[in-house]
């Protein structure tokens, strides 16, 4: 993690008491609110595991594996 994440972290827990860090797979800053709301119910879309961060930013905590790079050659 590079250093300037980590003083900012410790700086937020420092002032707030709390931080809660999580991995996210996505992330999306979308104007529509509604939209938003009908992606979090739609029951096929459960397997993301949607979490709304603010009223208009949907996060997939689901983490795409990692893809392996081929060399060629």
Known sequence: MPQT???LINDVAHRYGR???RR???CRCRGDET???GLLNTHSLQALQLVQ???TVPLSAKVRPRQRRHQVG
């Open 24 to 26: 996210a797979g996505y």
């Open 35 to 37: 939209l938003l709301t």
């Open 53 to 55: 961060l603010a009223p």
């Open 19 to 21: 931080v809660q860090v």
């Open 5 to 7: 994440l980590t003083y």
